[in-house]
């Protein structure tokens, strides 16, 4: 059907509010920042162009940056699957029909809606050498490490901290979960399935849309970890938690160097789309979606 | 008034009453009235008193007469003598009304809110034209706010920064003589370090070469504080002006008793005012050079790389300092400051602002500051680092910049530093007030050798921190390669040599 240009004007006038937000302060930052990027801008006075010196300086000159970048891999590589099995199996068991479900669904979901600053100053009490963690741990006879003064388990520690906020994961599991269809777990039942393989062969495939987009999520979010950086551990000890977000913001409004800093910021967003350009080309291997094998 | 209401006290009260009014009109009246008040004399003396009482006896009467003696009773009265005397002075010029000054400052809370919120009362009594929108910031987050809204073009009129900061946003600061010699300020009267030793580069925190940027506000000075309790309980000898490193390794050592987590000492991992003025005592320093910006670190030299060990290992080796990791089971509720728990007996550090710790020891024990123990070579040294008010362009912009003139030069002057003095939350920045028995006499709580505050902080040995551009990253690398150490992971010699290193790195990207 052919709109006429009052109906293209119209559709342009309503979404002109958002479309001016947009372009303010979302598209305009966005393209100064590629400009800055090739300067040597400080904040005061007039930016000077300097080219790719930047970018090349981020990748021979700075070993800061590369350590936060092994870093933030370290967190990925052991938080986004942690997160996700822990969230999975935590929706499974509050997809139970038990009494009080709707008190267990509430107390694994608040955490993640809790504001990040006062969840940092709450894991720092936790994490004390003579804090809720170490103690727990001497329970079973464990002798819990200095977590935020050691730069090998400063690191596990802000792990350990980001399990709290599965949450959010939880909740998608959980959606996904009622949405998989009764008839299969019963005709899996006939087949002779158990609980194991019911899970395998009928609950994790149901669930792959939610899983894949939980990964990407996380994935995208794991790049991006700052507050519990920067209040836990400020990066120490010794550059051990020096996340590549908070390297950014140091260099840009610590050091004042705003060019190098958009620099950062760029490479950091190559980065986030490589890793979900990836996920999406290999999720048509893994990735079930019903109705999708009749195309 | 206590007891009941005699004829004396009406008469009395009247007398004063009439008193008060008297001086009220004649002051009113704008003529300069001395009244003194006469001293009334009384004496109390005891009246003899005869009671006459009938006794019924066949035989004896004995007859009692009273008689009342009047007697000049004498009471000895203190009237307090009221001179009230009216100097006329020429009242501040007032300016016409201007756009509010957008003031962001960082005492937002405790012992210097207290005397933010006083100073500016009485400058408003002052110069009601001048008005302002306070914007008080919790310390921890001043810096990084600052920043953002510098970033951002929204930082305030005036603003406090320290001397890197004041480098980093020249080019967005006011210069500020011309507007300090039209408002006809006497900077004489106020302390700015560069001007006291203008031949070391270092106490550049207020101006850039004699350019001058900010108004006084406060600063900072390092030294020991030591448990007067403790070294009592555990019979040692207070400190002495005498003690050398060894010495105060030798008292540390009485004063350590780890079954009961006491220690002699507590080394934090603060470089300013602990571990590099002992660098800077040894024949180290910050830098090779006074030059900005310095071509190479100063403190991996011999007698730096033995400070900063002996620092560690006063911890570590020694056993007389708290281990980083045992910190929090020294820390009982409501308790977060080590020297506070009443268990360290020296602890090293910023002493300018004895108010802040009178607040945090609470009265649990007795304290005081104590003589900087000398290097192996006999010296000692003093960091130091001024913070100033610093009027921004966009005070241009408001057309707010004579008022904050006046705004930052009523809180450099002698007013708002005495209350300074009162409060005792920072160092005064006044040259009369820093010398005067406001600032350096005894108040309960607070330490009894205020002297030596002030003498460290105009100590010859006293040193700035040497800022440039780039200065913060240098800063930052420091302390990142230092910390291992101070917190037992690697030793201190290894440390420092690393921290030299890439702290050597980074300078030379700034040649």
């Not at chain 1, 600053?117 to 894991?123: E, F, G, I």
């Not at chain 1, 003064?149 to 959980?174: C, D, E, Q, R």
């Not at chain 2, 920064?161 to 020249?170: D, Q, S």
């Not at chain 2, 560690?312 to 045992?326: D, F, R």
């Amino acid at each position: 059907m052919r709109t006429t240009r009052w109906q293209r004007w119209s559709g342009l006038l309503f979404i002109a509010p958002w479309l001016i937000t947009f372009l303010w302060f979302t598209l305009g930052p966005f393209v100064a920042s590629i400009f800055l990027s090739f300067t040597n801008y400080r904040f005061i006075g007039l930016p000077e162009w300097v080219g790719a010196d930047n970018y090349v300086r981020l990748f021979t000159d700075d070993a800061k940056f590369i350590r936060s970048i092994i870093n933030t891999l370290y967190y990925t590589a052991v938080h986004v699957p942690g997160i996700m099995v822990m969230a999975f199996f935590v929706a499974i068991l509050l997809n139970q029909k038990v009494k009080g479900q709707p008190i267990y669904r509430t107390a694994f979901y608040l955490p993640s809606v809790t504001a990040g600053v006062a969840t940092a100053y709450l894991w720092i009490l936790l994490l004390q050498p003579n804090g809720l963690v170490n103690q727990f741990l001497g329970l079973v006879g464990i002798d819990g490490p200095n977590w935020l003064t050691s730069s090998t388990w400063a690191m596990p520690a802000l792990i350990l901290m980001s399990f709290w906020g599965l949450g959010t994961t939880m909740i998608i599991y959980l959606a996904a979960l009622q949405g998989i269809p009764q008839h299969l777990y019963e005709a899996a039942s006939v087949d002779g399935a158990g609980v194991i393989r019911k899970m395998w062969h009928v609950t994790v495939p149901m669930m792959t849309p939610a899983i894949f987009l939980t990964a990407v999520l996380q994935i995208i979010g794991s790049w991006q970890v700052f507050t519990q950086a920067l209040i836990v551990t400020n990066g120490g000890p010794r550059d051990s938690t020096l996340f590549i977000l908070l390297h950014l913001y140091r260099t840009g409004f610590e050091y004042f160097q705003m060019g190098y800093a958009s620099a950062i910021a760029w490479v950091l967003f190559v980065i986030i789309l490589v890793f979900t350009v990836l996920q999406f080309g290999i999720a048509r291997r893994w990735v079930y979606y019903e109705g999708a094998s009749e195309r | 008034m206590s007891g009941p209401v005699t004829r004396r006290k009406v008469i009395r009260a009247l007398g004063v009453g009439s008193l008060g009014a008297s001086a009220a009109i004649l002051a009113a009246c704008g003529e300069t009235q001395v009244v003194e008040v006469e001293k009334i004399v009384e004496r109390e003396v005891p009246v003899e008193k005869v009671v006459e009482k009938e006794v019924p006896v066949q035989q004896i009467v004995t007859k009692e007469v009273v008689k009342e003696v009047p007697v000049e009773v004498q009471k000895v009265v203190e009237v307090e003598k009221v001179v009230t005397r009216e100097v006329m002075v020429e009242a501040p010029t007032q300016m016409e009304p201007t756009a509010p000054i957008q003031f962001m400052n960082y005492w937002a809370a405790g012992t210097r809110w207290e005397t933010m919120k006083a100073g500016l009362e009485e400058f408003d009594k002052q110069f009601p034209n001048v008005k302002y929108d306070l914007i008080p910031i919790p310390p921890g987050f001043y810096r990084d706010k600052v920043n953002i809204m510098f970033a951002a073009g929204t930082v305030g009129d005036v603003v406090v920064l320290n001397g890197a900061r004041m480098r980093e946003f020249a080019p967005g600061l006011v210069q500020l003589q011309d507007h300090v010699d039209k408002a006809g300020i006497d900077l004489d009267d106020y302390l700015i370090l560069s001007r006291e030793n203008p031949a070391d580069p270092s106490l550049q925190n207020l101006d850039i070469d004699g350019v001058l940027y900010g108004m006084p506000f406060m600063s900072a000075v390092n030294g020991y504080v030591y448990n007067i309790d403790k070294f009592d309980a555990d019979g040692v000898d207070a400190p002495t002006a005498d003690w050398t490193w060894d010495s105060q390794l030798e008292a540390a050592r009485q004063l350590t008793n780890a079954e009961t987590n006491e220690y002699g000492l507590h080394h934090g991992t603060g470089g300013e005012f602990r571990w590099l003025p002992l660098i800077s005592a040894n024949g180290g320093w910050l830098f090779t050079e006074r030059t900005r910006p310095a071509p190479a670190s100063g403190f991996a030299t011999e007698g730096g790389l033995e400070a900063f060990e002996w620092y560690v290992n006063a911890t570590y080796e020694e056993g007389v300092g708290v281990p980083l990791g045992e910190l929090s089971q020294l820390l009982t509720e409501g308790i977060t400051a080590p020297f506070a728990t009443g268990k360290i007996g020296m602890e090293p550090g910023g002493i300018h602002g004895p108010g802040g710790r009178k607040l945090r020891v609470g009265g649990r024990f007795e304290w005081d500051n104590m003589p900087s123990p000398r290097s192996p070579t006999g010296e000692v040294a003093y960091s130091t680092n001024e913070l100033g008010h610093f009027i921004t362009v966009k005070a241009l912009e408001h057309g707010t910049v004579e008022a904050s003139v006046i705004l930052t030069s009523f809180i450099a002057g002698e007013y708002f530093q005495g209350l300074v003095a009162d409060g005792r939350g920072a160092i005064p920045m006044h040259r009369a007030v820093i010398n005067s028995d406001r600032y350096l006499g005894f108040q309960p709580g607070m330490p009894r050798s205020m002297n030596l505050i002030r003498d460290h902080f105009l100590s010859p040995d006293a040193y700035g921190l040497m800022f440039f551009s780039g200065w913060a990253q240098w800063w930052n690398i420091l302390h990142d390669e230092t910390q291992p150490a101070i917190v037992g992971e690697i030793p201190a010699r290894e440390a420092l040599l690393n921290a030299q290193a890439a702290c050597d790195k980074h300078l030379a990207t700034l040649q």
